[in-house]
């Protein structure tokens, strides 16, 4: 079967698939035109038993555009079913794609009445404040990682799951300290991102009594919770309620939740729920028919394809509507089409414009659809409303990723000053840089600050403290490792754009030098809360610095316009020094002047400043939004290897 647009304008189907579930009847509707016949499997309500034998089975009748459809009388909320799929000669059982519910690993769908997984309160369930897109502070987290250790305080039974994030009182055992969202809140993020969070395949939900950890980028049911971050996955109903609980208690709290997407990929090929449906329809192929693989996991969706573009967009907005999803983080965005993630943000805008969506401006492998056609960073001009990670300026700051050893502007490289101060504009245009120089990119790809994500760690790669660790000298002491952190950091946090966080590095984590801990155990992946005792100065800096950039929007600028007439670079510098002033007055600030340094040398550097009178609010490691002291005259020194903010 040649999958191409005459396929797609012959059974393209714009109407609903799944299940139109009421209390006195069910219609079933999948979407498979390759196939010769398709089944409906009744399982009964104790389905989740494996070896449970089918109670019915109805053979379904063709629909339109090759759909395959059954419409049962009575309720049959609770009901486990798969799809018998009868295609290329070979009958595959199929959990429904567009399945709501599935049971233990996700093996079985199940009829499910939302309404009665909605926990009290949730039709009045509003999404926190947000003015603009820039005032967003985001805090990337994995779900277990931030309870399961003892140090969280959270009780046993809610140690790695949604639940722990429903506690607003947690903190580390016999002291007043602080963990998980009661810490998030405390710290003033906006929006927490957690990594995946729907079904995926690779922890196994019958064994929760051992410990196992995934970071969870092994998607198989879109649209269905995780099973093992619940307090029961035998009971479908169990993850549904618990999820939206958790959502609706970050919402109270005033920090929006962003679901990190896996459509670029599926967790097994062959035998995924697509390709048993509809066998080699949803991904791409290399000329040789083989399946190309730029996720390096596999496969590739084919996102240009448009029943895969249409499952990718209605899944993301069933995210919106039933869970009350503030924003998706794409994983390997550069694999989806252009088309595709505009037709998301356009029907994203019809709901809510703060929804935010960004992604990885890049993929793992190399694909067979035309990179000018992909969501990649260089093409974030082409989909305005949708942000791009800023590789430029988190290797800049603390070196490539690639390699170890080599070090960045915050770790004393030289010749990285262009990079960094790429991400001071969020990858907008801006006079003062030299886009010949940047480290990967050769022009602003931002259209407005909104479409830059800067950071310098995230869960991939070695988080901040260990990439200190590997490419510093081994005689590098702590103290000096706090000093290269805060430095790199407040690059970050001052920065225009939008900030972004792993969880922990607040706390000084470590993963003991894993670079890929995907599959990891939790020694390595948990947060050591204790860890925020003796690390509490960092702590308390980086909390302060995101103090200072909610109080004044000369850091969080809203247009490219204001960042040009604003934000202005200070010239003839030493080496490794960056400076800049803000027009504080004119980005409407209560600061009418503001001057940010940034020393990357590993020795004091004395520069000018404007003439006058100055308040110190930021030096050497210390930070006071209300001043540490004040300075007048044309020159300041700047203490090695750290950032000087100046305010008046
Ligand atoms: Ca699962």
Same mark, same amino acid.
């Given at each position: 079967?040649?999958?191409?647009?005459?396929?797609?304008?012959?059974?393209?189907?714009?109407?609903?698939?799944?299940?139109?579930?009421?209390?006195?009847?069910?219609?079933?509707?999948?979407?498979?035109?390759?196939?010769?016949?398709?089944?409906?499997?009744?399982?009964?309500?104790?389905?989740?038993?494996?070896?449970?034998?089918?109670?019915?089975?109805?053979?379904?009748?063709?629909?339109?555009?090759?759909?395959?459809?059954?419409?049962?009388?009575?309720?049959?909320?609770?009901?486990?079913?798969?799809?018998?799929?009868?295609?290329?000669?070979?009958?595959?059982?199929?959990?429904?794609?567009?399945?709501?519910?599935?049971?233990?690993?996700?093996?079985?769908?199940?009829?499910?009445?939302?309404?009665?997984?909605?926990?009290?309160?949730?039709?009045?369930?509003?999404?926190?404040?947000?003015?603009?897109?820039?005032?967003?502070?985001?805090?990337?987290?994995?779900?277990?990682?931030?309870?399961?250790?003892?140090?969280?305080?959270?009780?046993?039974?809610?140690?790695?799951?949604?639940?722990?994030?429903?506690?607003?009182?947690?903190?580390?055992?016999?002291?007043?300290?602080?963990?998980?969202?009661?810490?998030?809140?405390?710290?003033?993020?906006?929006?927490?991102?957690?990594?995946?969070?729907?079904?995926?395949?690779?922890?196994?939900?019958?064994?929760?009594?051992?410990?196992?950890?995934?970071?969870?980028?092994?998607?198989?049911?879109?649209?269905?919770?995780?099973?093992?971050?619940?307090?029961?996955?035998?009971?479908?109903?169990?993850?549904?309620?618990?999820?939206?609980?958790?959502?609706?208690?970050?919402?109270?709290?005033?920090?929006?939740?962003?679901?990190?997407?896996?459509?670029?990929?599926?967790?097994?090929?062959?035998?995924?729920?697509?390709?048993?449906?509809?066998?080699?329809?949803?991904?791409?192929?290399?000329?040789?028919?083989?399946?190309?693989?730029?996720?390096?996991?596999?496969?590739?969706?084919?996102?240009?394809?448009?029943?895969?573009?249409?499952?990718?967009?209605?899944?993301?907005?069933?995210?919106?509507?039933?869970?009350?999803?503030?924003?998706?983080?794409?994983?390997?965005?550069?694999?989806?089409?252009?088309?595709?993630?505009?037709?998301?943000?356009?029907?994203?805008?019809?709901?809510?414009?703060?929804?935010?969506?960004?992604?990885?401006?890049?993929?793992?492998?190399?694909?067979?659809?035309?990179?000018?056609?992909?969501?990649?960073?260089?093409?974030?001009?082409?989909?305005?409303?949708?942000?791009?990670?800023?590789?430029?300026?988190?290797?800049?700051?603390?070196?490539?990723?690639?390699?170890?050893?080599?070090?960045?502007?915050?770790?004393?490289?030289?010749?990285?000053?262009?990079?960094?101060?790429?991400?001071?504009?969020?990858?907008?245009?801006?006079?003062?840089?030299?886009?010949?120089?940047?480290?990967?990119?050769?022009?602003?790809?931002?259209?407005?600050?909104?479409? $830059?994500?800067?950071?310098?760690? %995230?869960?991939? #790669? *070695?988080?901040?403290? =260990? &990439? !200190?660790?590997? $490419?510093?000298?081994?005689?590098? %002491?702590?103290? #000096? *490792?706090?000093?290269? =952190? &805060? !430095?790199?950091?407040?690059?970050?946090?001052?920065?225009?754009?939008?900030?972004?966080?792993?969880?922990?590095?607040?706390?000084?984590?470590?993963?003991?030098?894993?670079?890929?801990?995907?599959?990891?155990?939790?020694?390595?992946?948990?947060?050591?809360?204790?860890?925020?005792?003796?690390?509490?100065?960092?702590?308390?800096?980086?909390?302060?610095?995101?103090?200072?950039?909610?109080?004044?929007?000369?850091?969080?600028?809203?247009?490219?316009?204001?960042?040009?007439?604003?934000?202005?670079?200070?010239?003839?510098?030493?080496?490794?020094?960056?400076?800049?002033?803000?027009?504080?007055?004119?980005?409407?600030?209560?600061?009418?002047?503001?001057?940010?340094?940034?020393?990357?040398?590993?020795?004091?550097?004395?520069?000018?400043?404007?003439?006058?009178?100055?308040?110190?609010?930021?030096?050497?490691?210390?930070?006071?939004?209300?001043?540490?002291?004040?300075?007048?005259?044309?020159?300041?020194?700047?203490?090695?290897?750290?950032?000087?903010?100046?305010?008046?």
């Amino acid at each position: 079967m040649k999958f191409n647009d005459e396929f797609d304008k012959k059974y393209g189907y714009n109407g609903n698939l799944g299940i139109i579930y009421s209390k006195d009847n069910c219609k079933f509707i999948l979407w498979a035109p390759t196939a010769k016949e398709v089944q409906l499997v009744l399982y009964g309500n104790n389905g989740y038993e494996y070896n449970c034998k089918p109670t019915d089975i109805y053979t379904m009748n063709k629909g339109v555009k090759g759909t395959w459809e059954i419409e049962l009388s009575g309720n049959f909320n609770g009901y486990y079913y798969n799809y018998l799929v009868n295609v290329n000669g070979e009958i595959n059982e199929v959990v429904d794609p567009y399945a709501k519910a599935v049971g233990v690993n996700g093996n079985r769908g199940m009829i499910i009445d939302l309404s009665i997984t909605n926990p009290n309160g949730w039709e009045n369930d509003i999404k926190p404040k947000l003015k603009s897109a820039t005032d967003s502070i985001i805090y990337e987290a994995h779900i277990r990682d931030l309870s399961i250790d003892e140090s969280s305080g959270i009780k046993d039974e809610y140690k790695g799951k949604f639940k722990a994030l429903t506690i607003l009182d947690s903190c580390i055992p016999g002291t007043n300290v602080k963990t998980v969202v009661n810490h998030i809140k405390d710290m003033g993020f906006t929006h927490i991102h957690l990594l995946p969070a729907f079904d995926y395949g690779s922890v196994d939900e019958t064994k929760l009594d051992q410990p196992q950890f995934n970071w969870g980028y092994d998607p198989k049911n879109y649209n269905v919770p995780e099973g093992s971050y619940s307090t029961d996955p035998y009971k479908p109903e169990t993850r549904i309620r618990e999820m939206k609980q958790m959502i609706q208690v970050l919402h109270k709290n005033g920090i929006r939740v962003i679901m990190d997407v896996v459509y670029n990929h599926t967790y097994v090929t062959d035998g995924s729920n697509f390709n048993l449906t509809v066998p080699g329809y949803y991904y791409r192929h290399n000329p040789d028919g083989t399946y190309s693989d730029a996720s390096y996991c596999g496969n590739e969706t084919a996102s240009e394809r448009e029943m895969v573009r249409r499952y990718i967009v209605q899944s993301a907005l069933y995210w919106v509507k039933e869970y009350h999803i503030d924003g998706f983080r794409f994983d390997l965005m550069g694999i989806h089409d252009l088309e595709t993630m505009n037709m998301l943000r356009d029907s994203l805008n019809r709901i809510d414009p703060s929804i935010f969506v960004y992604g990885e401006g890049w993929t793992a492998g190399p694909s067979p659809y035309p990179q000018e056609l992909r969501a990649m960073k260089t093409n974030a001009p082409q989909m305005p409303g949708i942000a791009v990670f800023n590789d430029d300026v988190r290797d800049a700051v603390k070196g490539s990723f690639k390699k170890d050893e080599n070090r960045g502007f915050a770790t004393g490289k030289s010749g990285l000053e262009e990079s960094v101060k790429f991400g001071i504009v969020a990858a907008t245009q801006h006079p003062q840089i030299d886009y010949s120089q940047i480290n990967y990119s050769t022009s602003p790809y931002a259209l407005y600050p909104s479409q $830059s994500i800067n950071y310098v760690s %995230s869960h991939d #790669d *070695l988080c901040l403290v =260990d &990439k !200190l660790i590997v $490419s510093l000298p081994e005689n590098t %002491s702590e103290s #000096d *490792l706090l000093r290269y =952190d &805060k !430095l790199a950091q407040t690059i970050i946090f001052t920065s225009q754009g939008i900030p972004f966080m792993f969880n922990g590095e607040e706390v000084f984590r470590s993963k003991k030098l894993v670079h890929n801990s995907f599959e990891s155990p939790d020694s390595i992946n948990q947060i050591n809360w204790a860890n925020k005792s003796i690390y509490y100065d960092l702590f308390d800096y980086y909390k302060k610095l995101i103090a200072l950039r909610k109080k004044h929007s000369a850091f969080r600028m809203v247009t490219t316009t204001d960042i040009q007439s604003n934000l202005h670079f200070e010239e003839h510098l030493p080496e490794n020094v960056i400076a800049y002033r803000l027009n504080g007055k004119a980005a409407g600030d209560i600061w009418s002047e503001i001057f940010v340094a940034f020393n990357g040398n590993n020795s004091l550097q004395e520069i000018s400043i404007p003439d006058g009178n100055w308040t110190i609010v930021c030096l050497d490691g210390k930070i006071d939004e209300a001043g540490i002291s004040s300075i007048s005259g044309n020159k300041i020194n700047l203490p090695r290897s750290s950032a000087v903010i100046l305010k008046r």
